[in-house]
């Protein structure tokens, strides 16, 4: 995934920029970096490793070797970024978040203009935000550029550029898959993924943008260069998985929605007799606790925490790269409260469950240190399709996934032709996937909240949620 932040000021930003990049670091953790503009030193750029140190260890010295009233930054989960780039349009900084999957035919396209080549990295890969310049720099403007690139990226850009005049460009992808938010002081403009970061810092919402829409800030404005178009697909998963709890999008507050997603999965359970023996709910943390909390507040059930993550000197546990050290790594950090997990009957819920490596350690430790029975319920539908538009998973197929998995097991290719059916849990292929899912992890009962479940937590029109994930459908 990845997250952007950036400021226009009439005051040297460093610092404001520092922690805004710095509250976006839940978004990713391979590579951060910032880029500055100062009227007598120009466009300047520092980009470090942060997969093995966070973000705000990595820059802590970046106020001894950069200066600027205009100042970008980014927490990136692929790669190097923000990119410096010299073109016919001037010279400028570009960070990019988003996936650009048709980048082979781009790259090739590219190249066969006189004059443009790529630095090529290991394995003759090309930087993705360098493309998405390659492609901006086609046209005769920024807005022009920008919407070129958008129109023919297969997947999500969304576009923050610095000039060398100071200005900062912010395009928010054509389809709003995910936010841009703007914000104001008595100093200048700031932009940003998460609206949080820059209210902590002590800016005002001034507003975010729609689909597609383009604008300009300075230290005293803010100018749409382009208007926002009507469609919009802004992904669910936001809300049920990474957005982070005090977030708002599209004017839903994430811990809200959670509340209310895990009321819902209650309730269903109530409705169809599920009144399982359940001595405590928890959640799975951290973004499956407020799940769980909503279910344990409509059951009456009693909220605990049964085992704790231990996280001071920890990194996420998806850092590494193999899902083997991934999950030692999860399970070490997980340290048991046995008086409540040593003969209890426990219902936990996750915020999804995608391939079931690390939550198959997790029952493991939970039966491991006493558990008598543990039933699981995920805030979102069975995952069925890896994300095409966001870069926030490591799948690199979509039989990475647990439940296409178990489809095949069952019935082999001709399965997944029914895959709309495995999704419903009323229906005979359904209750097989999810029994199956149930013998493989040792729960005592499973649920996946329906896709009309999460919709109606998060409040937005079906038509403008990207629900791609969980049903294949664009």
Request: hydrophobic share 35%; proline share 3%.
């Amino acid at each position: 995934m990845g997250g952007f932040f950036g400021i226009a000021s009439k005051q040297d930003c460093m610092v404001d920029v520092f922690f805004g990049v710095d509250y976006h670091s839940h978004l990713g953790t391979r590579r951060g970096g910032m880029a500055a503009y100062d009227k007598e030193i120009g466009l300047q750029r520092r980009i470090h490793n942060i997969e093995n140190s966070p973000f705000r260890t990595k820059f802590e010295h970046i106020f001894d070797e950069m200066k600027g009233t205009s100042v970008i930054g980014c927490i990136s989960d692929s790669d190097p970024q923000p990119m410096l780039i010299r073109s016919k349009l001037g010279t400028y900084a570009i960070t990019t978040v988003g996936i650009i999957n048709n980048y082979k035919a781009l790259i090739e396209e590219c190249l066969a203009h006189n004059g443009v080549y790529f630095d090529a990295m290991t394995g003759g890969k090309v930087n993705s935000t360098e493309l998405a310049a390659a492609l901006i720099n086609q046209k005769d403007s920024f807005v022009e550029g920008i919407q070129y690139a958008q129109s023919v990226i297969e997947g999500t850009a969304n576009i923050l550029l610095l000039t060398d005049d100071g200005k900062l460009i912010a395009a928010r992808d054509r389809l709003g898959r995910i936010p841009v938010q703007i914000g104001r002081n008595e100093d200048g403009y700031c932009v940003s993924f998460e609206e949080f970061a820059f209210t902590k810092l002590g800016y005002e919402k001034v507003k975010e943008l729609g689909p597609g829409e383009i604008v300009e800030l300075t230290s005293e404005s803010m100018t749409q260069l382009a208007a926002p178009g009507e469609e919009m697909r802004v992904c669910a998963f936001l809300w049920s998985y990474y957005g982070y709890p005090t977030s708002t999008y599209e004017g839903v507050n994430v811990e809200a929605m959670r509340y209310r997603n895990g009321a819902a999965i209650a309730e269903r359970d109530m409705a169809q007799g599920r009144s399982m023996e359940i001595d405590y709910v928890g959640g799975v943390p951290d973004s499956g606790t407020p799940h769980a909390i909503g279910y344990a507040n409509r059951t009456g059930k009693p909220f605990a925490r049964a085992f704790i993550k231990y996280t001071p000197t920890w990194a996420r546990s998806f850092t590494p790269a193999k899902q083997a050290d991934r999950n030692k790594i999860a399970k070490m950090k997980q340290i048991p409260v046995h008086e409540l997990i040593t003969g209890k009957n426990l219902l936990f819920v996750d915020d999804s469950i995608v391939r079931g490596t690390q939550l198959r350690e997790t029952v493991e430790f939970l039966y491991e240190n006493g558990a008598k029975s543990v039933h699981m319920r995920s805030a979102c539908p069975p995952i069925m399709y890896g994300c095409k538009y966001l870069n926030f998973s490591r799948s690199t197929s979509d039989m990475d996934l647990i439940s296409r998995r178990v489809i095949v097991e069952l019935e082999g290719e001709e399965g997944l032709k029914h895959i709309d059916e495995y999704a419903d849990g009323n229906t005979e292929r359904g209750k097989a996937m999810r029994k199956n899912i149930c013998e493989k992890f040792k729960f005592a009962s499973l649920g996946f909240q329906t896709l009309d479940g999460v919709i109606n937590s998060i409040g937005i029109d079906k038509c403008k949620l990207c629900t791609y994930c969980w049903t294949g459908k664009e």
